[in-house]
């Protein structure tokens, strides 16, 4: 990685920053609530029980409590890594794939982050750019792996 007068100045990383193999602890963490799971499964108009109704939860699911929305949870932890990585020097996000969701995470929990570097490589179409994938993981207070993702991002390069 690099230290922290060679980074943006909003904080993030540039392309040249990114070590293949470097696992980073963020250090932001979020304790989850009902009404994170209720204004973001309203805002994008998902009436899934699963996420609003304490109800419905308590008498015909194996939970017995509301679980967090997945595409919630899949945000928070990007955002929890934006502060380390990527404020000031994304182009753009190019993709998420292999999204998991291996354990279940419910208001009250506390998710905290890391992001591991696993590839990158000079874009071909713009010389001021590169590619970096990283794994987000997600886990809650006890250490459950509640998210995982793997996400290309555009990143600018030093000086570009």
Same mark, same amino acid.
């Given at each position: 990685m690099t230290d922290e007068s060679s980074r943006h100045p909003r904080g993030g990383l540039?392309?040249? =920053?990114?070590?293949? $193999?470097?696992t980073i602890a963020h250090r932001l963490t979020r304790t989850v609530t009902q009404m994170d799971n209720m204004l973001f499964s309203n805002m994008t108009l998902n009436p899934q029980p699963l996420?609003? *109704?304490?109800?419905?939860?308590? &008498?015909?699911?194996?939970?017995?409590?509301?679980l967090m929305n997945s595409l919630f949870?899949? $945000?928070? #932890?990007?955002?929890?890594?934006?502060? *380390? &990585?990527?404020?000031? &020097? &994304?182009?753009?996000?190019? $993709? #998420?794939? =292999?999204?998991?969701?291996?354990?279940?995470?419910?208001e009250g929990d506390t998710v905290n982050v890391t992001t591991e570097v696993v590839?990158?490589?000079?874009?071909?179409?713009?010389? =001021? %750019?590169?590619i970096v994938e990283m794994v987000h993981r997600a886990y809650k207070q006890d250490g459950s792996l509640v998210a995982?993702?793997?996400?290309?991002?555009? #990143?600018?390069?030093? $000086? %570009?």
């Open positions: 540039y392309f040249e =920053d990114f070590t293949i $193999g470097t996420h609003i *109704d304490a109800h419905f939860c308590a &008498t015909e699911t194996e939970w017995g409590k509301p949870t899949l $945000g928070l #932890m990007i955002g929890i890594s934006v502060n *380390d &990585t990527t404020v000031g &020097t &994304t182009i753009a996000n190019l $993709g #998420m794939t =292999d999204v998991k969701f291996p354990a279940p995470l419910f590839a990158k490589r000079e874009s071909k179409s713009r010389p =001021d %750019a590169g995982e993702c793997r996400r290309q991002a555009f #990143m600018r390069k030093r $000086g %570009a």
